[in-house]
């Protein structure tokens, strides 16, 4: 092997300094190097490229694009897109988000906020929507769907009837329950004076008790971060309103059979062409087909035959990944029917189909996606 | 007797280690794996749209390496590479601009250690004690040296004589992500320390970070440092997006809201001993030691109690503190095996005293959510064992 060279002496090197338009500046802060200065990196952003990404509405109604909806129209478009969640009627499901209701509840114990109780400005509701929803598949919604499914949240909070045609014309008849609910940050008033004091030293207090003990309310995850959910949350968490959502890094299940090797029987081409379109409410957290992978739920690639909790890498709650069995067509008939009911404990958000033929024809589309 | 891992050879003593190509990136070594993120799973409907806690309990010193960092997504982290990174300047501007990652990279460069925290960091103890672990109470919080360009050198650039007076002007800045967490900014703030990193503690920013762009608000709610950071708009109001009007906005006990509730305030606590890290050694010298930050600047002075804030002595920081960063403070003591409900509270160089959890309700209620930085109640019982309580 070769020795080690030694490193080379130090060279000395001129003070560093940025050069820019012909002018050598030396400076400890980038600012005052830069100050004034422009140092012609980057290039002119074209206009379909402004178009593209600058799609934020402002609160007076600025950037709203052409179209718009009804409440009608939007009720379809909402039960697609929307009602895993958020529930068929905006109520949500589990602890994904409620968009209506709590009207009247900003000063209880546990508020509930809404669209219709805590959002001050519709064009929030807009940009919302259009940009970030659906959970999953954001941006695929066109401007007259986002219109209607706006109109469907507004109706749902009793503020505009089923027929209202939203748009950027109506725009500003729609009034905001909470519009006036809220004050820019009075801290410095109401905080800051008050604690800008000399602390205590000693003999601050009298009496020191214990009031409250946070095992006594067990809610903190163990090491290994699995914990069962709080029966009930008094002390309602922070960051969201929260349904139980086990990380137990669970073990697959038993013994996975491999599908079954009998030849398939003949697919029913129109109802899995129906299928298709009932799984549209599944794809927010299934991928199924080639190269579909685990997202929110696990990839449903040869579902039916599977074993139950049965793909390696995703992160069953304890009570899916300790069932056993496999997917037959009449478990995944029951199971799609009522989630929670036919596993106890699934952390499986949706709520259940709840039309028979629905359920018949999204297993055959699922046996037809087999890869 | 004598030690006999001190008396007999031992097999690292005689045999080989790992040879330098065994890990090109290290990880800890194994005996350290307790010491990562957690999530608290019933805290959110989705891990993909959801929070885990730094691992504050098990860390020393300020700087938080990137590995156990809190992570907060709201669409899950993405991944983005520098070649397909775009960042655009648009809206009132002289030229609206698009940079590459390699143009960034070209701009005059600067370093900043900064804290970044979650704006509901300590917002599930507002109603009473709950989560048993400095992690969990206290980890929406991390802090690093980042490297990257001033905001104001990027605005220059695109010029801002078409913006013309500042004082009403503000600047949206949104990611990449599905959920691109659009936050409106005042044009004060973004010609001040605002600034756009791509590395910290001097690697890439991981992927959970915002890989390869993300911004930082030195002293803001860790909301605003938007990751993947795409594009920046200079505008003549606030947007009002659902992340500062629905989330990031402080309800109060009569139900009006506060909102533009920006700037962390001033915040400490004992991050050892605590629930996760019970005393384990006998009576005689103990070190507590905890973190302590503002959003106002540099944190002065840390008081530590031991008998639930009846008397309180002044703790020695391990250095002076820093702008919007995180100080470390150490009592050194002895421990002779009693009870003590320790307690710290941060001083910064505005005089602002971290106040108690009773004088923030009497302001604020209970449903604030975010921004609970009051002082923190550990209580040490005389096994060493420590539990988050809340007192009198």
């Keep these: 092997p070769a020795p080690i060279p030694e490193p080379e002496a130090p060279v000395q090197v001129a003070e560093a300094a940025p050069a820019s338009e012909g002018i050598l500046v030396s400076a400890a802060h980038a600012d005052e190097a830069s100050a004034g200065l422009r140092f ?236 298709e379109k009932v799984f549209k409410k599944c794809k927010a957290c299934h991928q199924v087909g080639d190269g579909a992978k685990n997202k929110t739920g696990p990839q449903l690639n040869a579902i039916v035959g599977r074993a139950i909790g049965g793909v390696d890498g995703f992160k069953y709650s304890s009570a ?3 069932h056993g069995g496999v997917w037959d067509e009449a478990a995944l008939a029951a199971f799609l029917a009522k989630p929670k009911d036919y596993i106890k404990g699934t952390k499986m958000a949706f709520a259940g189909l709840r039309k028979d033929d629905d359920i018949t024809a999204v297993i055959e589309y699922l046996k037809s996606t087999a890869p | 007797g004598p030690d006999p891992l001190i008396t007999e050879v031992q097999e690292w003593a005689s045999g080989l280690g790992d040879g330098v190509d065994a890990t090109p990136y290290g990880l800890p070594i194994k005996f350290e794996d307790d010491v990562v993120r957690r999530n608290v799973p019933w805290l959110t409907a989705d891990p993909i749209s959801s929070i885990n806690f730094t691992p504050i309990h098990a860390l020393d010193g300020t700087i938080t390496p990137q590995g156990c960092a809190f992570e907060r997504h709201h ?28 143009d960034l990279e070209r701009f005059p460069r600067e370093n900043h250690v900064y804290f970044c925290e979650c704006a509901a960091n300590t917002g599930m103890e507002w109603a009473g004690a709950q989560l048993n672990g400095a992690q969990f109470t206290h980890g929406m919080i991390h802090n690093m040296e980042y490297s990257g360009v001033p905001l104001r050198t990027l605005l220059a650039e695109a010029g801002l004589d078409a913006a013309g007076d500042f004082k009403d002007k503000w600047v949206y800045v949104e990611g990449a992500d599905a959920s691109s967490n659009g936050r409106s900014i005042p044009m004060e703030k973004a010609m001040d320390d605002v600034f756009v990193a791509f590395k910290a503690n001097g690697e890439a920013l991981r992927k959970e970070h915002g890989y390869p762009v993300r911004l930082v608000v030195p002293g803001w709610e860790g909301n605003m440092w938007v990751k993947w950071l795409r594009r920046i708009e200079v505008m003549d109001g606030p947007v009002e997006s659902r992340e500062e009007t629905s989330k990031y906005t402080d309800t109060l006990a009569d139900g009006t809201s506060r909102k533009w509730t920006w700037v962390m305030d001033a915040k400490s606590v004992v991050t050892s001993p605590s629930p996760q890290s019970p005393i384990k050694h006998g009576h005689g010298p103990l070190v507590i030691t905890g973190l302590a930050w503002s959003g106002h600047g540099k944190i002065t002075r840390v ?23 995180l100080t470390r403070f150490y009592l050194d003591t002895t421990w002779n095996g009693e009870e003590m409900l320790l307690q710290s509270r941060a001083i910064d160089e505005t005089g602002y005293v971290q106040p108690t959890k009773a004088q923030l309700r009497e302001v604020r209620g209970l449903n604030s959510v975010y921004h609970n930085n009051c002082i923190q109640t550990w209580h040490v019982k005389t096994n060493g064992e420590a539990e988050n309580v809340e007192v009198s």
């Excluded at chain 1, 179209?67 to 009608?72: E, K, L, P, Q």
């Excluded at chain 1, 529930?87 to 809404?114: H, Q, R």
């Excluded at chain 1, 290994?224 to 990380?247: C, I, L, W």
Aim: proline residues 6%; charged residues 25%; aromatic residues 8%.
């Design chain 2, 303 to 325: 008081d530590v109690s031991k008998d639930g804030g009846k008397t309180w002595e002044t703790a020695r920081l391990a250095a002076e503190g820093e702008d919007k960063a």
């Design chain 2, 75 to 102: 669409s899950g982290a993405i991944e983005l590479s520098k070649a397909d990174y775009r960042l655009m300047i648009n809206g009132l501007v002289d030229k609206p601009l698009v940079f590459t990652y390699e």
């Design chain 1, 320 to 322: 899916m990944a300790e």
């Design chain 1, 40 to 275: 012609g990196l980057g290039r002119e952003a074209l206009p379909e490229e402004i178009a593209a990404w600058n799609v934020d509405v402002s609160p007076d109604g600025t950037g709203l694009p052409d179209g718009s909806g009804d409440a009608i129209d939007g009720e379809p478009l909402f039960e697609e897109n929307c009602a895993v969640c958020h529930g068929s009627f905006a109520e949500g499901v589990d602890n994904w988000p409620k968009l209506a209701g709590g009207d009247g509840t900003l000063a209880d114990e546990d508020p509930l906020k809404t669209v219709g109780s805590y959002w001050p400005y519709l064009s929030t509701v807009f940009d919302y929507v259009h940009r970030s929803m659906p959970f999953g598949n954001a941006q695929s919604l066109s401007a007259d769907e986002t219109y209607a499914i706006v109109a469907y949240i507004l109706y749902s909070n009793d503020m505009i009837d089923d027929d209202f045609v939203l748009s950027r014309d109506s725009w500003t008849e729609v009034e905001m329950g909470n519009a006036d609910g809220f004050i820019i940050d009075d801290r410095a008033e109401t905080e800051y004076a008050q604690w800008r004091t000399e602390p205590c030293m000693e003999n601050c207090k009298e009496t020191v008790e214990i009031t409250m003990r946070a095992t006594v309310l067990d809610v903190t995850p163990d090491e290994e971060g699995a914990e069962e959910a709080p029966a009930e949350m008094d002390h309602s968490p922070a960051v969201a309103t929260a349904a139980p959502v086990e990380e137990a890094a669970a073990e697959p299940a038993a013994e996975a059979p491999v599908a079954a090797a009998a030849a398939p029987a003949a697919l029913d081409a129109e109802l899995v062409a129906a299928g």
